[in-house]
């Protein structure tokens, strides 16, 4: 079973520092990869989507995609307490040509003032 | 306004009984989805539907069935229910069925089967 890991689990940072969270995968040649943002009993939120190597911004929340190293990792800028959340990472894999996701566990951020 | 629309938000269940998660979706979008997060899992695919057809079902038991009454509804029912089934149920759609086009989810159903 192809699986997206996620790290850390869970991540404090101070209100304006530079948070990074990681993800793993097994193999994507030809995958997609979407982070969503969840909210305490919320649904979900996307966030940014990558297909090509390199970096792609979407306001203060950046992706960047390696698939030499099967990583994709996102980074938000100048984070507040609102982006207090869990943050999940998820292939995108059309699997008998349908539109699949596989997600992550999450990481957990904590935005302090 | 919500674009998709998931009743009830809460439900409580006996073990044994049957419930209905409904979805609505006012995307004007092609495919829907159901997926599953529960408290040791991570969000897991469960089915897919195009066009009222079922596309994909990654659920091995029998005992969730999802409903198509319309292109733009995607109900889920689960009979003989389990505490295990206890979890979060949500409803996604996409524009199509056969691309990398962007999820929208619902809000999601949050069952608790005693």
């Known amino acids: 079973q192809q699986k997206v890991q996620q790290s850390p689990e869970s991540l404090t940072v101070s209100e304006g520092a530079m948070a990074s969270l990681n993800c793993t995968f097994s193999d994507g040649t030809s995958d997609n990869f979407r982070w969503y943002r969840q909210h305490s009993g919320k649904g979900l939120e996307m966030l940014v989507s990558?297909?090509?190597?390199g970096e792609k911004e979407e306001g203060r929340f950046t992706a960047h995609l390696n698939r030499a190293s099967l990583h994709v990792s996102l980074h938000i800028r100048e984070p507040q307490p609102s982006d207090s959340a869990v943050y999940l990472c998820?292939?995108?894999?059309?699997?008998?040509?349908?539109?699949?996701?596989?997600f992550g566990a999450g990481t957990r951020l904590a935005v302090c003032p | 306004d919500p674009k998709i629309i998931q009743k009830p938000k809460y439900l409580v269940a006996v073990t044994g009984s049957e419930k209905i998660l409904i979805c609505e979706q006012y995307?004007?979008?092609?495919?829907m989805y159901w997926y599953r997060q529960s408290a040791k899992k991570p969000l897991e695919f469960m089915f897919s539907?195009?066009?009222?057809?079922?596309?994909d079902n990654q659920t091995a038991s029998s005992r969730f069935q999802p409903q198509s009454s319309k292109k733009n509804h995607l109900d889920l029912q689960i009979t003989a229910l389990k505490p295990d089934d206890s979890a979060t149920y949500f409803c996604?759609?996409?524009?199509?069925?056969?691309?990398?086009?962007?999820?929208?989810f619902g809000s999601g159903t949050r069952l608790l089967v005693i």
């Open positions: 998820a292939r995108g894999r059309l699997s008998g040509s349908f539109n699949k996701l596989t």
């Open positions: 996604a759609s996409s524009q199509d069925w056969d691309s990398y086009s962007d999820y929208t």
């Open positions: 539907y195009s066009y009222q057809k079922l596309m």
């Open positions: 995307l004007g979008h092609n495919a």
């Open positions: 990558i297909f090509s190597d």
